[in-house]
């Protein structure tokens, strides 16, 4: 059964997890998953139980200023996703602790296969799988959803700022509200044609520090992460092993994926099981 779990106190809100213990009779190693944005821990939580009951310890968390590590109020709460990084290195570091003999599998959707490349620590991780990852510069969309990316970082997110101090995404349907801070520097990204490279305090080198394999797997219904940009964010991590694995709604008899429907407990006796194996 899972628990609840403080991995590291803060002074306004402690970095929360949950903990799935494994399936002693098939014990295996472990798993961390990093949320995408605007996506809290329990949207994972399924997958989760699916990889503890095959005989994996997994971690959920959710970065602090979202979901269970969220303050009791967000305006005003001074955070960056260089924060979240270390909310991954905090988060593989408990895992460690408490599983020191397990390899550790990093599963990264979408901003946390990014943010993996600026934790300190990462090596952590023996390997690692990406999930509907890419770089996110806007003009990299394809089609309509480009145009309406646009908008929501021109518009939407600029305007959710000022009003609320916040990103308030669920008032707009667009996923669980995330701090200012992050939300500014991710459509700082998203509006230049470098994406995260543009950060002139950070270089890219801590990404070459990663020397696991790495896994990604897009899907081609997803509006965010396609070829192009997936290549984009594999070949910031020079010194790893790297494979892209195109999947297609079709191959598991769905309508659609897209950028999240891969969570869906339908995908338990398909996808899932190649994310197990």
Not at 195 to 213: M, Q, T, V, W
Not at 244 to 273: C, E, M, N, V
């Amino acid at each position: 059964m899972s628990s609840r779990v403080t991995i590291k106190e803060f002074p306004q809100a402690a970095l929360v997890g949950t903990w799935f213990p494994p399936a002693p009779s098939v014990k295996k190693n472990a798993f961390l998953i990093g949320c995408a944005m605007g996506v809290t821990q329990k949207y994972y939580h399924h997958l989760a139980e699916y990889l503890s009951e095959s005989g994996y310890t997994v971690l959920t968390f959710d970065y602090r200023g979202t979901g269970d590590s969220a303050p009791a109020r967000l305006r005003g709460y001074r955070i960056n996703l260089f924060d979240w990084a270390d909310d991954i290195r905090y988060a593989l570091e408990y895992l460690k602790t408490k599983n020191p003999d397990d390899e550790i599998i990093f599963l990264g959707h979408s901003i946390a296969s990014q943010l993996f490349g600026f934790v300190d620590g990462k090596n952590l991780a023996s390997r690692a799988i990406f999930l509907a990852s890419s770089t996110g510069y806007w003009a990299d969309g394809i089609g309509l959803s480009k145009w309406k990316n646009l908008f929501l970082l021109s518009v939407v997110m600029p305007f959710s700022n000022a009003v609320w101090g916040y990103t308030n995404a669920k008032f707009f349907k667009q996923g669980e509200n995330y701090p200012k801070g992050p939300s500014l520097q991710w459509r700082r990204w998203c509006l230049h044609p470098n994406y995260f490279a543009i950060e002139n305090l950070r270089s890219l080198k801590p990404f070459a520090e990663f020397s696991g394999p790495i896994r990604s797997y897009y899907f081609t219904d997803d509006p965010i992460a396609n070829e192009a940009t997936a290549k984009k964010l594999l070949a910031a991590y020079t010194n790893s092993n790297t494979v892209l694995i195109k999947k297609k709604p079709s191959d598991y008899q769905q309508a659609s994926i897209g950028h999240t429907g891969f969570l869906s407990r339908k995908f338990r006796s398909s996808f899932w099981q190649e994310l197990a194996s």
